[in-house]
């Protein structure tokens, strides 16, 4: 019953592949006019109108849907979750919810079909002036194949619990992460991940400078220095481990989520680049049309070496296929899983640039400024650049484990949307079933 958004997301997706162009991302100057001085500026105007009609449309469908939802007889808020995927899913639901300030809730009772659900609140903003705020929730929720699951919220006056603190221990050395599947470990003094199952054995190859950054920076080889570490968020569904710390010249931020069901650790990383060359370009003594080829090993790079008992398999996602590789580069679509056939990790990025294989570490590519082609041109950053990438680990191969599940499970996350009930058509069952 909702309206037709076809139009829409037919601007978007075309408006999307125009700023995924190779010519428009790379090559620089274009000859001015309607589009401005810089293609770069269009890629980025089109990615911003992009995200915003995305956005729109998932909010408008979900708004569709809500209206014919009925709530309980005392929900403050009904949330709607819908699962994109088609196969049936335990995730951390994301939902913002908006109250008046004079009637702000000190905690939230969250139920579905009447049974209470486990939350954790992420973050709470004041609008300007104060008389709205804003928290955003994660809740665990179960959701069937491409279905949709209606939650109630009450908002209560009861204090909140005394915070969980989610199985952290804090050491001069480390700080360590207990959950249900193992133990997380971050060095303080290098930045180091390490990460164990229930039984002490190690999923990530101890000393192998895992999490450590490397990158050539204006022609001097560097390696990641933390300066500060810090449990940035901690609760009952999961913990944010933060490091802040230079990359020779360049300032960089990244936050670890850890999860206490599942295994698996996100990352987000942030680096600030003011024009400074990051990497390294072949360059001939006279160009005059040669080749100047880009050294990926001297890039903006993080490294993880898998523990394994045998010879690694390394399997990599293609459009609509997965297939074995042996190449040193493997330029992968959402994921690249590598296993000995009894245990593996399966490496999920958001846009990453690649990665790099030597047989025991693979390094995914985070970033390059500097010489790229055709003599003259360049490709220079100046601003904040944030990454996201993720690693699971699994029992079994890549098929065992579900690689290709994982790997869409973490780039399309449930989408939520939290509104005060109306009189509603429809029960959730209803919904779910249909």
């Known amino acids: 019953g909702g309206a037709n958004r076809e139009g829409t997301l037919a601007e978007a997706w075309k408006l999307l592949l125009t700023a995924q162009h190779h010519d428009i991302n790379i090559c620089g100057v274009s000859s001015g006019g ?4 810089f293609l770069y500026e269009v890629a980025e105007r089109f990615y911003g109108r992009v995200i915003d009609q995305a956005e729109t449309v998932t909010k408008a469908s979900l708004k569709s849907v809500l209206t014919l939802m009925k709530a309980g007889e005392e929900a403050d808020r009904i949330i709607l979750a819908y699962n994109p995927l088609n196969w049936p899913r335990q995730a951390l639901v994301e939902v913002r919810v908006l109250s008046d300030k004079k009637s702000f809730p000190n905690s939230f009772r969250i139920s579905k079909d009447g049974a209470p659900l486990e939350y954790q609140v992420i973050k709470t903003e004041e ?28 908002f209560s006056p009861e204090e909140p619990a005394a915070p969980d603190p989610g199985g952290v221990v804090e050491n001069e050395e480390a700080i360590t992460v207990h959950t249900r599947w193992g133990r997380f470990m971050l060095v303080r003094a290098t930045g180091e991940c390490l990460a164990f199952d229930l039984e002490g054995r190690p999923w990530l190859l101890p000393g192998a400078e895992n999490g450590v950054f490397t990158a050539t920076v204006n022609g001097v080889d560097c390696r990641s220095q933390p300066e500060e570490t810090e449990v940035a968020a901690r609760g009952p569904l999961f913990t944010v481990v933060r490091v802040r710390g230079r990359i020779g010249e360049l300032p960089y931020w990244n936050e670890v989520t850890v999860y206490r069901d599942c295994p698996r650790l996100d990352f987000r990383t942030t680096v600030e680049v003011r024009g400074q060359t990051v990497g390294a370009t072949e360059v001939p003594a006279e160009w005059e049309g040669k080749d100047e080829p880009v050294v990926q090993e001297k890039k903006l790079l993080v490294h993880f070496t898998p523990a394994l008992a045998g010879p690694a398999e390394v399997a990599q996602d293609f459009p609509f296929t997965v297939a074995p590789t042996r190449n040193g580069y493997i330029n992968a679509g959402y994921w690249v899983d590598v296993s000995d056939g009894r245990r593996g990790l399966t490496f999920a990025n958001r846009g990453t640039m690649g990665y790099l294989w030597d047989g025991r570490r693979l390094s995914n590519i985070l970033l390059y400024s500097g010489k790229y082609s055709w003599g003259e041109r360049q490709a220079f950053l100046d601003g904040r650049y944030t990454l996201e990438y993720s690693l699971t680990f699994h029992e079994g191969d890549w098929r065992k484990g579900g690689a290709h599940r994982l790997g869409l499970e973490y780039n399309f996350p449930p989408v939520a949307l939290a509104n005060k009930p109306r009189p509603g058509k429809m029960h959730p069952a209803e919904l779910e079933s249909g």
């Open 34 to 37: 309607e589009h401005g001085d």
């Open 127 to 154: 609008y300007p002036g104060g008389y709205l705020s804003l928290t955003t929730l994660a809740i665990s929720l179960e959701l069937g194949p491409q279905g949709f699951a209606a939650v109630d919220l009450m």
